[in-house]
């Protein structure tokens, strides 16, 4: 069963910085597009971030436009976010999920990232 | 952007009921719409993908509906299991993908 796992979560102060990583258990991973979604505490889900197979087409949501980076390592099988800039409001679990043009059919379990002084 | 408006915010019902939920987009986003269940302390799981398909290994009372900027959930017949937060999701290409801000699916 191909499973998606995030690590890299915690407690940073405000204007700091973590990077996140996403490690998926399959050879296929460089075939797929992958997002990172985030899930502030009793909210909904936010949308942040997308990359191509190949890199060549990148989005992000305007809330992190300019602070986080997303990379990934296919060699690997590893999705990254590079989190800057951190603000109290992106306290939240984050979540790595892949895209199949079906939507995100595959989810990790997330990892918690709390801003606080 | 475009933005996902899902409708109601809260859902009450029993076992057994017939149960729809909308979502409008600001905008066309053709038939790229996704509807996800999330449980308490779970990750997503994606139930309908292009709107109308359903994916592997989900129910058969799950449908979606719709194209353009307005589409539905339905559940034909409420289970004990349903009882969930429910998501919609446009998936455009050229767009940034955006979520609605939830249905929470409660037992009446």
């Keep these: 069963e191909v499973q998606l796992e995030e690590s890299g979560g915690g407690l940073v102060k405000p204007g700091g910085s973590l990077r996140l990583s996403c490690t998926a258990s399959e050879s296929t991973f460089n075939t797929y597009t992958f997002n990172w979604v985030r899930q502030a505490p009793g909210k909904g889900l936010e949308w942040i971030s997308s990359m191509t197979s190949n890199r060549q087409y990148i989005h992000y949501a305007d809330s992190v436009k300019g602070r986080f980076t997303i990379s990934r390592d296919n060699a690997k099988s590893s999705l990254y976010l590079q989190m800057n800039s951190l603000r109290v409001e992106d306290t939240a679990l984050y979540y790595c999920a892949r895209d199949s043009r079906r939507g995100l059919d595959l989810w990790g379990r997330g990892t918690l990232v709390t801003v606080s002084s | ?108």
């Design chain 2, 1 to 108: 952007d475009i933005k996902m408006t899902q409708s109601p915010s809260t859902l009450s019902a029993s076992v057994g009921d017939r149960v729809t939920i909308t979502c409008r987009a600001s905008q066309s986003v053709s038939s790229w719409l996704a509807w996800y269940q999330q449980k308490p302390g779970k990750a997503p799981k994606l139930l309908i993908y292009q709107a109308s398909n359903l994916e592997s290994g989900v129910p058969s009372r799950f449908s979606g509906s719709g194209s353009g900027t307005e589409f539905t959930l339905t559940i034909s017949s409420l289970q004990p299991d349903d009882f969930a937060t429910y998501y919609c999701q446009q998936y455009n290409s050229f767009s940034p993908y955006t979520f609605g801000q939830g249905t929470k699916l409660e037992i009446k």
